[in-house]
């Protein structure tokens, strides 16, 4: 090939490959849908501590599925909304609320709070945090409901928010209460406080491509393709259990200093965790039920904690159900341990579904020896969800999204980018996460590059054709 034909072909090339790069830098910053992920807040811990303290005597509870996390922080779950990696744009509504009551007089409470739904808005370099609030003013008592507060000013501390990648990362972002958030917050606290910090994450996953592959279609009996199962097997099925609320906090908090993990396709549900994939049978006339699911839990920390369970199994009978699990701890090791029983009346299907939601549970005197004396036998522990389908057209109910990287852990810890830019400030640390499944991001020198490649070679082209 002649010299010149070479550098056209080399050109054409250079241009070829900046183009290409250039796509993806387009498709980098194409806006994406939130979808779950959580949100750690404590609103603000001497709050906490008030309501809960000698002198206004309450407590707080947790509505929508909301958890907690470490000793003083809740999570919030199953975040919606939109990432724009091109301006930073960044929108995400968690699910889940906590209501706060204290000072019990006749009639009710004195204080009684409730903060739910919280929404983090980035534009622009700022940050707001957005809540719905129910509460009761102090002194008079009238009750005010407002949806969606700016409610904190968040410090993004000059985090850059562009990016390309499948997740959003912030954490510690300093909270400063509003003044609208401070009318709203019964006159508790004055506009300017500091609240406790805000850690988030969230999925934002590239657009799918569509598939040109052929679909393939299972084959399936006659009884399945009707909706009908063999006769008294199941379908499918899974136990949603939190195991109980105060160990989860012990195992985070400063004490244990702990986490927990889960394996063998086990979920994390924020307040509970899920257990899938049941088989057994259930004997329609009887209302009985046999069923193992999948899934392992493990809690580990300091104070000698290694707490394992597997293997779970429920039975039902006589309108008693108990859970059973294959245990490995220092307390107790075994097979088939029975951890907690709970009332199992009235098991019914209906459309297909057998559901028991949040049934009281007390722990037996083996599961008491599986958590190292922690608790006697008779303490109550979660309650216990257990949803079972007869039919293989009938879908279990949804668990909280908590996105595919949260793990918890005592204190939030700093995050690292793999893949687009990443600015960290004091405390905070933004992380768009890219890789292959983030789509392409393309770095500015070598975007820069390409493109005096290409003038340099084409430059060559003209060269050579004056001579």
Known sequence: MPARSRALAAAVVCVTVLGALLTATAAHATS???RGGRLDWGIKSSFQSYVTGPIAKGSYSLTGGAATIGASRFRFHSATGSYDGGTGAFTAAYSGGVRFVGH???????LDLTISRPTVRVLGG????YVDITSKAKGTGTVTTSRQVPFASLSLGGIDMKGGGTAVRLDNLPATLTSQGA???AGYYTAGTALDPVSLEADVPAPARPSTAPTATPSASPARKAGKATAGAIEDGAVDWGVRRTFREYVTGPVADGRWTLTSG???GGALFRFPSGEGTYDRKKHTLKAGFEGTLRFTGHQ????????LRVTVGDGEGTLYADVRSPGLTGKRVPLVTFAAKHLTSKSGLIQL?????ELTARGAKAFGG???AGTAMDPVTLSIALTDDVKLPALPDLGESAVPSPTPSASRATGAKTVTAPRTENTASGGPAGGAVLPVGLAAGALLTAAAVLGLVRRRRTR
Do not use: H, I, K, W
């Not at 019990?104 to 004195?110: A, I, L, Q, T, V």
């Not at 700022?126 to 945090?129: H, K, P």
């Open 183 to 185: 009318r709203s917050f």
């Open 126 to 129: 700022g940050g707001t945090l």
């Open 32 to 34: 994406r849908t939130v």
């Open 304 to 311: 000698g904690l290694d707490l394992r369970l597997g293997g």
């Open 357 to 361: 939601t949040e049934v009281p549970a």
């Open 266 to 268: 086990a979920r994390d």
């Open 104 to 110: 019990r007089r006749s009639g009710g409470y004195e």
């Open 374 to 376: 922690m608790y006697r």
